[in-house]
């Protein structure tokens, strides 16, 4: 299978050398140039899997240039080993009214772990298997949970650099302990003066600067990105909701061949869109719920078809969807119009005025799909207390809001079919917010205190990779406003 840029510049290339670009000269996104079908045999046969033969018949559809003995090396290296705390990698909590697909078991107690253990893989392949002699600088912009998974994922692999830039002052206090702690010779973690957009806005400019790439040339480098921009980091995620999907048949929750809804956190567009893909496959998703909180552009997009990020910018108990630009909506624009000129005039626009619109026609065409509503910070803690309190389950905010947003669906439509909440994080990552909801008074608390706190009173232990916050160093200092961030990659490279 051949993979092509969303703005419909330059040759189609194989699924390696897309996963080690990451993004396209143009500026674009690469997609496939097809969706490879299954049907009701091929959704059979996963039952009787464990995630990993799951994820490696899944991936093998979409990267043909691989042989089946890569893949499946690959994933091994990524979900085995003892990285995640459950045998299931991505198991489905089930109660009466809803289930809950907990992707925050692997070593950073974010969903994020599921494409980011397996991302350096499948790179690392790549470099093999074309030849690539120059190293690999991975840019990151990180709104909290990317950071620290891609830090672990490509910690200490030979040929590879990361560097993640982050919001000053916008991640959790454990987010940032996870990257500023991070251990490995060739990581990086530096905080910039602004918002996610600022840092995501730097990284983009970097990748399309032709004379920066250049002298990086000079150093050997290349770049690249593990952000959901990056093919390689978006097609794992297809695989879990496969996975949910089998683990509902599997509870008796629905019958192999009823259709399901999926309500997702959403900021960056990346994880929804895997369940989009996953639909387009032939999976049974009926629609998938786009949850935002206060910073809800996305949600204003697809119930009038204009994209505005013309508007304040919230800080949230929900950091990880701080976010007013999406960027891999950019992909769904391709593939609901398969037109690549109207796609990147969309994307121009949205870089000169901050704003774009699809028009009526084609937003009851996405509408066909997506269903969309947002919550503030109150309702996100009242729920988290209402779900302890009914369920003694606690969710994160980001799962929080994702709830939430399922339950006005319900209210909305009355659609009774199974509802999946896709569960993004551990509870511990958000402890102070957690607690808070939960009525606990967290005044005076520094974060190891939050997290015993809130040990009491979940069933579920601190990860460790948390807990072992407490004694580690902290590696990184480096702060730089957005314009310094070039400047910044180069001090890097020269250390």
């Not at 002699?133 to 650099?161: C, N």
């Not at 916008?170 to 010779?185: A, D």
């Not at 037109?339 to 066909?368: C, H, S």
């Not at 232990?461 to 400047?487: D, N, T, W």
Request: net charge negative.
């Amino acid at each position: 299978m051949k993979y092509s840029s969303t703005r419909g510049k330059g040759a189609e290339i194989d699924s390696a050398e897309a996963i080690i670009r990451g993004l396209a000269d143009d500026g674009g996104l690469f997609v496939p140039e097809e969706i490879p079908a299954v049907d009701e045999a091929f959704l059979a046969s996963l039952q009787q899997l464990s995630y990993e033969e799951q994820a490696a018949r899944i991936l093998g559809l979409f990267l043909t240039d691989y042989t089946k003995e890569e893949i499946r090396g690959c994933v091994d290296r990524a979900y085995g080993h003892r990285k995640f705390d459950t045998e299931r990698r991505a198991p489905v909590r089930t109660f009466e009214d809803v289930s809950v697909l907990e992707l925050w078991h692997g070593p950073t107690s974010a969903f994020k772990d599921m494409a980011l253990q397996l991302l350096p893989q499948l790179m690392s392949t790549a470099l093999k298997k074309t030849g690539e002699t120059e190293e690999v600088l991975i840019l990151v912009a990180t709104s909290g949970d990317t950071g620290k998974a891609a830090l672990e994922g490509f910690r200490d692999v030979p040929q590879i650099r990361i560097m993640v830039f982050y919001p000053e002052g916008g991640v959790s206090r454990i987010q940032q302990l996870q990257m500023l702690t991070q251990e490995g010779k060739n990581v990086n973690v530096t905080a910039v003066k602004g918002n996610f957009d600022d840092a995501q806005s730097g990284v983009k400019k970097i990748f399309g600067d032709a004379e920066f790439s250049q002298k990086l040339a000079g150093y050997g480098v290349r770049l690249s990105s593990a952000n959901s921009i990056n093919w390689g980091r978006l097609v794992p995620q297809i695989v879990y909701y496969f996975s949910a999907y089998t683990e509902l048949v599997k509870a008796g929750k629905i019958q192999s061949g009823d259709s399901v809804n999926f309500s997702v956190p959403t900021g960056n567009f990346g994880d929804i869109l895997a369940g989009f893909y996953a639909k387009c496959m032939g999976l049974p998703i009926h629609k998938l719920i786009c949850a935002s909180n206060a910073n809800n552009v996305l949600t204003d997009f697809l119930r009038t078809g204009v994209y505005d990020r013309n508007r304040d910018f919230h800080k949230t108990i929900t950091p990880s969807m701080d976010i007013l630009i999406s960027s891999n909506l950019e992909r769904l624009l391709y593939h609901i119009t398969g037109d690549a000129f109207r796609t990147a005039g969309w994307m121009r626009d949205l870089q000169l005025q901050g704003r774009y619109d699809i028009g009526a026609e084609l937003l009851k065409k996405i509408q066909q799909t997506f269903w969309a509503d947002w919550v503030s910070d109150e309702e996100t803690k009242e729920l988290i207390h209402r779900v302890f309190q009914s369920k003694h389950y606690i969710p994160d905010t980001h799962t929080a809001v994702a709830w939430n947003v399922a339950e006005k669906y319900h209210q909305s439509t009355g659609d009774d079919r199974a509802m999946v909440i896709v569960s993004t994080a551990s509870p511990y990552k958000f402890n102070g917010s957690v607690l808070e909801a939960l009525g606990e008074t967290t005044a005076g608390m520094d974060e190891f205190q939050l997290l015993e706190t809130l040990q009491d009173k979940n069933d579920a232990p601190i990860p460790e990779g948390l807990a072992s916050l407490r004694a580690k160093p902290v590696l990184h200092h480096g702060v730089c406003r957005r314009e310094e961030m070039e400047q910044a990659v180069l001090a890097f490279i020269r250390s």
